[in-house]
């Protein structure tokens, strides 16, 4: 299966910061079949990002999906208090379907 | 609105069942794949089971094989797994989770999500 591996685990920044965070695969991810989610406490993952570059229905431009291959990159332009979360990204091209193990993005 | 709602869950004794549900709204269920998706206290999300919008196909993580069983009723727009030989390790929030286009590929990204029901195995 592919294992997922995001970086960093933990990211500390302000409100109106620019966020960019990681996911590396352990093989090539078929078709760009990458997605991130974000989940809040208490609260089901939402779909922020799926084919590697598209938003999902509702999520602000200020969210931006990147990659290929095994290298793939979530960007948040300016941070909004509401953007502090866990980030997961998942990739859909291979069987299993799989989740890297989050990066926890917290208030400086 | 779209809206899934899951339920089920409870604290059950290892070895024994569980089937948990999972209630469709808002959209025409019998045109998606279905997910179930779990993630253990603290941790992170890993996916258990797939049933393709028919019910034809269904896949599941090498953890759950030949323990949990994923189905449907589309003329009740519910979606089940039933939950057999449980051990600690499967306690959890299970969430299902609806894949974003019509028909079937394998996998998809998952654009609604329930809420989750908690599933506690202890002794």
């Known amino acids: 299966e592919i294992v997922l591996t995001q970086s960093p685990g933990t990211l500390s920044l302000s409100p109106g910061e620019r966020a960019t965070l990681s996911c590396r695969a352990s093989?090539?991810?078929?078709?760009?079949?990458l997605a991130w989610y974000q989940q809040k406490p208490g609260q089901a993952p939402r779909l922020l990002i799926y084919?590697?570059?598209s938003r999902a229905t509702g999520i602000p431009d200020r969210f931006s999906g990147s990659g290929s291959g095994t290298d793939f990159t979530l960007t948040i332009s300016r941070l909004e208090p509401e953007d502090f979360a866990v980030y997961y990204c998942?990739?859909?091209?291979?069987?299993?379907?799989?989740f890297g193990q989050g990066t926890r993005l917290e208030i400086k | 609105q779209v809206q899934l709602v899951e339920s089920g869950g409870g604290v059950v004794q290892p070895g024994r069942s569980l089937r948990l549900s999972c209630a469709a709204s808002?959209?025409?269920?019998?045109?998606?794949?279905m997910h179930w998706v779990r993630q253990a206290p603290g941790k992170g999300l890993e996916w258990v089971a797939v049933i393709s919008y028919d019910g034809s196909n269904k896949y599941y993580a090498d953890s759950v094989k030949g323990r949990f069983t994923i189905s449907r009723d589309n003329s009740k727009n519910t979606l089940y797994l039933q939950m057999n030989s449980l051990r600690a390790e499967d306690t959890a929030v299970y969430y299902c989770a609806k894949e974003r286009t019509r028909g079937w590929k394998g996998f998809d990204a998952f654009d609604i999500w329930g809420q989750g029901t908690m599933v506690t195995v202890s002794s």
């Open positions: 093989q090539s991810v078929s078709s760009s079949y």
């Open positions: 998942q990739q859909y091209g291979s069987s299993p379907s799989t």
């Open positions: 084919g590697a570059s």
């Open positions: 808002g959209f025409t269920f019998s045109s998606y794949g």
